[in-house]
């Protein structure tokens, strides 16, 4: 099946640093989305990216869609305690009717006091 | 924020049990879907449906079973529960379109575990 290569695999950051991550695949996708994952919770989405070249941001985060549409990146600015999470990309392939997505590995975000 | 519910949300059972974990939603959204994800790993998609009696096999074979009788309803079964079973179970539904159809969004998930 189609992968998506998310790296950093993990991240130690301290508080207030700015973050950057980022999927890859060999695929072309129509839509790139970013979720976020608490322990123990469904993954809640946080940025959805439509168009290549397309960056949009919600609050500290901001996301581009690649204009290869073969990757996306999200960044997080001034990171603050709530950010500790794993951070899902997830794609979808240009098969109209075929909405299923593809995931990354995941991005753990851990804030070092 | 998405309207989607999952119960029970912790569910620890013995083997040979059948259970069934509940999944509905409040969006109106006619695609339904339920994946299997083991702690911190990515997830992998079971199940899907298109709408009502709809229903198709993921990506990630499963012996689970699913039924799509409402729209707003996705229950999903498994008639034997083993230990292998144990992992959280999350369901997601996005609705038609283009470019808005493949935005999905989850429900909190059910923790399942098998003794």
């Known amino acids: 099946g189609q992968q998506l290569n998310q790296s950093p695999q993990s991240m130690f950051i301290q508080e207030g640093e700015d973050v950057s991550m980022n999927c890859t695949s060999s695929s072309i996708f129509n839509t790139w989305l970013w979720y976020k994952q608490d322990p123990g919770e469904g993954p809640v989405l946080l940025i959805a990216l439509y168009k290549a070249g397309e960056l949009t941001s919600n609050g500290r985060l901001t996301a581009q869609f690649g204009i290869t549409r073969k990757d996306s990146f999200l960044n997080i600015s001034a990171s603050i305690p709530s950010d500790v999470g794993i951070y899902f990309c997830?794609?979808?392939?240009?098969?109209?009717?075929?909405?299923?997505?593809?995931f990354g590995t995941g991005t753990r975000l851990t804030i070092i006091p | 924020e998405a309207d989607i519910y999952q119960t029970p949300r912790y569910l620890v059972i013995g083997t040979g049990k059948k259970i069934t974990l509940e999944c509905s939603q409040t969006?109106?959204?006619?695609?339904m879907y339920w994946y299997q994800q083991d702690p911190g790993m990515e997830l992998h998609l079971i199940h899907y449906?298109?709408?009502?009696?709809?229903?198709e096999k993921g990506d990630l074979s499963s012996e689970s079973t699913v039924s799509r009788i409402r729209t707003e309803h996705f229950p999903l079964t498994l008639e034997s529960a083993r230990p292998s079973h144990t992992s959280q179970y999350l369901c997601?539904?996005?609705?038609?379109?283009?470019?808005?159809?493949?935005?999905?969004?989850f429900g909190p998930g059910t923790r399942l575990l098998v003794l």
């Open positions: 449906s298109y709408g009502v009696n709809s229903t």
């Open positions: 969006m109106g959204h006619d695609k």
């Open positions: 997601a539904s996005s609705e038609w379109g283009y470019r808005s159809g493949g935005t999905q969004y």
């Open positions: 997830a794609g979808q392939l240009p098969n109209f009717g075929n909405e299923k997505l593809t």
